[in-house]
């Protein structure tokens, strides 16, 4: 990395290849990193970034934000050059909580807003006449202003996604969640792999949601169980069985997991289901018939997931307290 110029509140540096020693990312040696972070604008040769287990190519004008907190950095190639831009957070007058949103990710600049930023940039490095100048000044708060646009509309555009497209992609996987349920494999992962989508988007579709996509499916399995367990003994499995046919792989865990919801044990469960009376479990409580591969929706609220799994939680004193639904997430 070539030395840094001021250029207001600014500071710009080279980023470039080097054949005698690997980079060195000011970002990872800055000791005023929690105060800055770092734009790093691409200009030529292979940089990539690491997201979702593969690597997205930048193209010369693209930009990524960095900071010592970044995870993965930027992986360079033999020939490459950047110029880094190193920006005081606090000017740029966005939440913290939306820059750890942006940070590491590639900002495709070849159009719109995206383009303006990165033109203007590279046109404010470029022209060394205006560092260490009044005029200097005024342009870098223009790029921090130009920024902020910038990562501000980033943001929005990822809400917007997911309260509009991201909603209908949001039903699909409910809807494939309850048809799997019996699947041992059924994950994150595979989720995603059957939607077309990368697994932090996935997750991202579920933090409006107020739980994770294996907090909804652990909830769904063990409202499943409930309901086999509670079944004619006539018909009745042993509780390792059920436990496996909903795609527990340990007795033992699921055990654990559903005294946490329950406040009792699976066999305390099934023998008071049936203590007290002989109607079925599933016409004394909200949630309704559940058979693998069917989806359950409330006779309360007509919908699916964990809207519907909330209301069928029965009774016989068998409601998880917040603080047992809290434990599931262990």
């Known amino acids: 990395m070539t030395g840094a110029d001021?250029?207001?509140?600014?500071?710009?540096?080279?980023?470039?290849?080097?054949?005698?020693?690997?980079?060195?990312?000011?970002?990872?040696?800055?000791?005023?990193?929690?105060?800055?972070?770092?734009?790093?604008?691409?200009?030529?040769?292979?940089?990539s970034v690491p997201q979702d287990g593969s690597e997205v190519f930048l193209e010369p004008g693209d930009m990524v934000l960095?900071?010592?907190?970044?995870?993965?950095?930027?992986?360079?190639?033999?020939?490459?050059?950047m110029t880094v831009f190193r920006v005081p957070r606090r000017r740029l007058e966005i939440a913290e909580s939306d820059l750890r949103r942006v940070m590491g990710v590639p900002l495709r600049c070849g159009t719109g807003v995206g383009a303006l930023v990165s033109n203007f940039l590279s046109s404010l490095a470029s022209e060394t006449?205006?560092?260490?100048?009044?005029?200097?000044?005024?342009?870098a708060r223009n790029a921090v202003d130009l920024l902020a646009a910038l990562v501000t509309g980033f943001v929005e555009r990822e809400q917007a996604d997911a309260s509009g497209v991201g909603a209908q992609t949001l039903s699909r996987i409910r809807t494939f969640i309850e048809l799997h349920l019996t699947d041992p494999d059924l994950s994150p992962e595979s989720i995603?792999?059957?939607?077309?989508?990368?697994?932090r988007y996935l997750h991202k579709l579920f933090q409006s949601e107020g739980t994770t996509v294996s907090q909804l499916i652990r909830l769904r399995r063990?409202?499943?169980?409930?309901?086999?367990?509670?079944?004619?003994p006539r018909r009745r499995l042993a509780v390792a069985a059920v436990a496996h046919r909903w795609g527990f792989a340990s007795a033992s865990h699921f055990s654990r997991v559903f005294r946490a919801a329950?406040?009792?044990?699976?066999?305390?469960?099934?023998?008071?289901?049936w203590a007290d009376s002989d109607v079925p479990v599933h016409d004394r409580s909200l949630g309704g018939h559940l058979r693998p591969g069917v989806v359950i929706a409330s006779p309360v609220s007509g919908t699916t997931g964990p809207t519907a799994a909330s209301k069928a939680w029965g009774t016989s004193g068998a409601v998880p307290s917040t603080s047992s639904r809290r434990a599931l997430s262990s």
């Open 192 to 199: 995603a792999r059957a939607h077309h989508v990368s697994v």
């Open 262 to 273: 329950y406040g009792m044990s699976p066999s305390e469960w099934r023998a008071s289901a």
């Open 66 to 81: 960095c900071d010592a907190g970044l995870r993965d950095s930027p992986r360079f190639g033999d020939q490459f050059r």
């Open 129 to 139: 006449a205006f560092h260490q100048s009044h005029i200097g000044d005024r342009l």
């Open 6 to 47: 001021a250029l207001g509140s600014l500071r710009t540096s080279v980023l470039c290849s080097n054949e005698e020693c690997a980079p060195v990312l000011p970002w990872l040696s800055d000791a005023g990193y929690e105060e800055v972070l770092y734009v790093a604008l691409h200009v030529h040769g292979s940089v």
């Open 222 to 232: 063990l409202e499943a169980c409930r309901y086999e367990l509670g079944r004619s």
